[in-house]
């Protein structure tokens, strides 16, 4: 079973599910370090709050009676998204902004403490256990069979590549076509230039916040409709490695973070399911390292010339 | 004022949103499934606060403080006579309760201390006119304050070398409180340590717990297989940290900044993992027990020792008393941070600690003068690396207990807190700030849970208020003419 071709199928699947959350968190990291190059490390608790918000606006339809499923997931899509990205905004507005211009490493420690902040401040609220959802719909496609073994393409999975290549698509298009796109393209390159030819930089990076958050909160959806068990704690590990893709990818680049998460994803499928499950976390991390060693700008990042 | 009425409508707006499904809905376990419980009292309480108290700020920034002063003063004395008289009363209905506007009295606390503030201050205002950019008024009186801690540091320093040496002795020495002190002088070695990797030399190590873990395991198992003691294991722990720093320093090293401090974060998750999953070695997340506990020159601190020993109360002729043996660990503890500050302040003059700043400083310039950046760099994640490893083994034999759990990245971040907050680089900053962030949380133990919410707003505020650092005064180590203490 475990060299036939259809468990490798198997694996790929399930490592494009994991890659499409890793893949939408990590466009948030990218976006946010292209525009002003710091690593909001508190990424991956938006990431874990907009999995919460999803679960409670889950609850409460059921409360209400709205228990059509496409429905409710389109609620439920819109009101995460749009709850979440406000924190997105407040975090940036309140922990970073005033530190924008201050050493560098004021900004990762302040991020670093607003992790911790929201990691309790969730805890608190809404307690420490982790919170099981049942599955909302299941069956399938059935791909190909080998035995008693079947591969199947669930309509989940289905549903969760939709929504990332459709989020994915919308957002090139946003930072391509429109004029907000055109100021965060600007700003990244020069963020006092693109001030003086009257681009407004304070809302482009609180958007580019917004925008972040909002993908994560989709993330967060996905992570919650697939594995069922979320907890205050699921930020951290998720987050890292969503950076780890980021930087895979070549960070400050939309398409190298949505390479870098699929490429996670999978790498970390392929390990559990050929290797061990115990030390899929290594890999990650060691993927990260090697990469960083040999190629530090990342698959499709550009060079970063030094300037003394 | 209708742009001010607009103002706090949308903060409270803002609130609304954040607290809409957080704060508003909680999730309650019940057998078979998930159950949601109401809370928008809380989500109501706290729409007021944040409409009114945006509302007198806006007017105090107009100028106009006179109602924030007048309410926010009103309001803040029914607060506190509420939550003076609400865990007393038994009367029922608890009128004083179900008044008070938070479910969470702590929150209740909290309101009233930012209302009491925010009165204050609207109070000053109209006595002396607007402050003028207050922000900058108390960025100078710490900078003042961190310039002269630097100058009168040779006054400074002794006093609390002296009070350091003394605690035990003085009546507020109980049990806990030198358990409480043995932390804290812990986390202040733990920052003199990494103070030398991001100090001095500018690397950014967000797995420092990594060579902390290393030196622990190192000293349990050496202890606990071969029946070694503290004192014999200590090097040989210190060395075995070094080494891992090394080896994890030496792919690393091209690496700059924020990608340093990832990568290093990364290493550090992945020793634990190791040590979580390495069972044969490891005895995986169950931990290593029975731990010895050091010894006083040979003489354990038990009150009946083994055949053919001598214990440490009956060898001084003192009757026994377990808090003999949690005096002598702070003993241990603190002779051990001051070797590692006197270490980083006399490394700092010699060769290799001047080039670690200049490699802070600008590594291309500093290389073309001949500094090579690899095996100073490595130098730098070795020796920190080894302080980790000793304070990891103190650790070690201090709790008699050890399992992965305590090495999670939260204790890096707290490391790295506490070495950027009390100042880069400032040694006298690093024991403010350890006391700040381990002993006043661990002396409020009663608000438990709020404590990890606190620590995490601490690190956010104080950043915000010195983005450097609380004690942010950096003398230069050499100066061209002069002999260093001279003013120019």
Same mark, same amino acid.
């Given at each position: 079973m475990l060299g036939t071709f259809e468990y490798f199928v198997d694996q790929t699947i399930n490592g494009l599910t994991l890659g499409s959350i890793y893949a939408l968190i990590a466009i948030g990291y990218t976006l946010v370090y292209g525009i002003i190059g710091m690593i909001n490390f508190a990424h991956g608790e938006i990431f874990m709050i907009g999995a919460f918000h999803a679960l409670i606006a889950f609850l409460v339809l059921g409360l209400i009676g709205i228990t059509w499923i496409p429905l409710a997931i389109l609620i439920v899509l819109i009101a995460t998204m749009v709850l979440t990205s406000i924190?997105?905004?407040?975090?940036? %507005? /309140?922990?970073?902004?005033?530190?924008? @211009?201050?050493? %560098?490493?004021?900004?990762?420690?302040?991020? !670093? *403490?607003?992790?911790?902040?929201?990691?309790?401040?969730?805890?608190?609220?809404?307690?420490?256990?982790n919170k099981p959802m049942q599955q909302l719909f299941s069956g399938g496609i059935e791909l190909m069979r080998e035995g008693d073994y079947v591969v199947t393409l669930s309509y989940l999975q289905i549903f969760i590549f939709l929504l990332t290549i459709t989020l994915m698509t919308v957002l090139t298009l946003i930072i391509h076509r429109t004029s907000l796109g055109r100021s965060q393209r600007a700003c990244e390159q020069d963020r006092g230039m693109a001030a003086l030819l009257g681009v407004n930089v304070d809302r482009t990076i609180s958007l580019t916040f917004v925008m972040g958050a909002a993908l994560a909160a989709v993330a967060g959806l996905i992570?919650?409709?697939?594995?069922?068990?979320?907890?205050?704690? !699921?930020?951290?590990?998720?987050?890292i490695k969503a950076f780890t893709a980021a930087v895979l990818g070549g960070i400050g680049s939309v398409p190298g973070a949505m390479l *870098? *998460?699929?490429?996670?994803g999978l790498i970390e499928a392929y390990w559990s399911g050929y290797f061990t499950v115990e030390y899929k976390d290594v890999a990650a991390f060691s993927i990260l390292v090697l990469v960083l060693i040999f190629r530090p700008t990342g698959l499709l990042g550009s060079p970063d010339i030094e300037k003394v | 004022m209708r742009a001010a009425?607009?103002?706090?409508?949308l903060a409270s707006l803002v609130m609304l949103a954040l607290m809409a499904l957080m704060v508003g809905v909680r999730i309650a376990d019940v057998p078979g499934g998930l159950e949601i419980q109401w809370r928008y009292a809380d989500v109501i309480a706290a729409l007021v606060s944040v409409f009114f108290g945006r509302l007198g700020l806006i007017l105090m920034r107009e100028g106009r403080p006179m109602s924030m002063a007048v309410v926010g003063g009103v309001v803040s004395v029914v607060l506190l006579v509420l939550l003076v008289i609400a865990p007393i009363s038994d009367a029922e209905p608890h009128w004083a309760r179900a008044a008070l506007p938070f479910s969470?009295? =702590?929150?209740?606390?909290?309101?009233?201390?930012?209302?009491?503030?925010?009165?204050?201050?609207?109070?000053a205002i109209m006595r002396r006119g607007p402050i003028s950019a207050p922000s900058q008024a108390s960025e100078s009186v710490m900078d003042r304050i961190s310039a002269s801690v630097q100058e009168y540091s040779r006054y400074i320093v002794p006093f609390l070398l002296a009070a350091a040496i003394l605690f035990p002795f003085t009546p507020?020495?109980?049990?806990?409180?030198?358990? !409480?002190?043995?932390?804290?002088?812990?986390?202040?070695?733990l920052g003199w340590g990494l103070n030398i990797v991001v100090g001095l030399a500018g690397l950014l190590d967000l797995g420092y717990v990594a060579f902390y873990a290393v030196g622990a395991y190192a000293y349990a198992l050496l202890a606990t297989e071969m029946g070694l003691g503290f004192w014999l294991c200590l090097p040989f722990a210190g060395m075995m940290a070094a080494l891992a720093g090394v080896i994890l320093g030496f792919p690393v090293l091209r690496l700059r900044g924020d990608y340093l401090a990832i990568v290093t974060l990364g290493f550090g998750e992945m020793i634990r993992i190791i040590l979580l999953n390495w069972y044969e070695v490891t005895n995986g997340p169950d931990g290593i027990s029975g731990i010895p506990r050091p010894t006083f020159f040979g003489l354990p601190f038990v009150r009946s020792p083994a055949e053919g020993v001598e214990s440490f109360h009956s060898f001084f002729g003192m009757t026994y008393a377990p808090i003999d043996r949690i005096i002598f660990l702070y003993y241990v503890i603190l002779v051990m941070a001051l070797i590692t500050n006197q270490f980083t302040l006399r490394i700092r003059k010699l060769p290799v600690g001047r080039a670690w700043e200049a490699l802070r400083e600008d590594e291309t310039a500093s290389q073309s003068l001949g500094i090579n950046p690899r095996n100073t760099k490595l130098t730098a994640f070795g020796i920190g690396a080894m302080f980790g490893g000793f304070a990891g083994s103190f650790f070690a034999t201090r709790q008699g207990f050890i399992s992965p759990e305590s090495f999670t990245? !939260?204790?890096?971040? =707290?490391?790295?807190?506490?070495v950027v907050l009390g100042g880069m680089g400032s040694q006298i900053g690093v024991v403010l700030a350890a006391i700040l962030l381990i002993g006043l949380p661990e002396i409020f133990r009663e608000l438990q849970e709020f404590r990890m919410l606190a620590f995490g707003a601490?690190? /956010?505020?104080?950043?915000?208020? %010195?983005?450097? @650092?609380?004690?942010?005064? %950096?003398?230069p180590t050499i100066r061209l003419f002069g002999n260093g203490t001279g003013k120019r």
């Open positions: 924190y997105g905004w407040t975090l940036e %507005r /309140v922990a970073y902004r005033p530190l924008r @211009g201050s050493p %560098r490493l004021a900004a990762l420690i302040t991020a !670093i *403490g607003m992790s911790i902040f929201l990691q309790n401040y969730v805890q608190l609220l809404q307690g420490a256990r992570f919650l409709m697939n594995y069922g068990v979320i907890d205050f704690y !699921i930020g951290f590990l998720a987050g *870098g *998460g699929f490429l996670i | 009425l607009k103002e706090s409508g969470g009295y =702590v929150v209740n606390v909290l309101l009233l201390i930012v209302l009491a503030a925010l009165s204050l201050r609207a109070v507020l020495a109980d049990r806990q409180m030198v358990d !409480i002190a043995i932390l804290v002088v812990t986390y202040v070695m990245f !939260i204790e890096s971040a =707290v490391i790295l807190a506490i601490a690190m /956010v505020l104080i950043m915000i208020w %010195r983005p450097r @650092g609380l004690l942010a005064f %950096r003398a």
